[in-house]
């Protein structure tokens, strides 16, 4: 299978900045697109952004201008760069990946793959 680690959360001051990323490992034939995610206590998981594999970027509408989604597809890694951070982005954040892995019997296998999250607090 194909295991997600994240890395990057913590505690921060409103108005200040963050930088989460998030690598997958296993034996990956190709990545498709690369998602970041996140929790708030007593709410349900939301899409925060996604990165395609063609390049293209989408935003959570309560992000945009704020967070900046990149990949480097060599590390098959993700990154978030959260600025201008606030409290309501207090959250536990999830990296999801989509592709393709090779499995022990060599089979091309389609994967969806989840990170354990990270917890991003900011205090006001």
């Known amino acids: 299978q194909v295991q997600l680690v994240e890395s990057g959360g913590g505690l921060v001051q409103a108005g200040g900045s963050l930088r989460l990323s998030c690598t997958a490992s296993?034996?990956?034939?190709?990545?498709?697109?690369m998602s970041w995610f996140r929790q708030a206590p007593g709410k349900e998981r939301e899409l925060v952004a996604t990165?395609?594999?063609?390049?293209?970027?989408n935003y959570a509408d309560s992000v945009k201008g704020r967070f900046t989604i990149s990949r480097d597809n060599a590390k098959n890694t993700v990154f978030l760069q959260m600025n201008s951070l606030q409290p309501e982005d207090t959250a536990v954040y999830y990296c999801?990946?989509?592709?393709?892995?090779?499995?022990?019997?060599?089979?091309?296998?389609?994967?969806?793959?989840w990170g354990q999250g990270t917890q991003v607090t900011v205090s006001s």
């Open positions: 999801n990946a989509k592709g393709w892995y090779r499995d022990r019997y060599y089979r091309r296998q389609a994967f969806d793959s």
């Open positions: 296993g034996s990956i034939v190709s990545m498709n697109a």
């Open positions: 990165s395609t594999s063609g390049g293209s970027t």
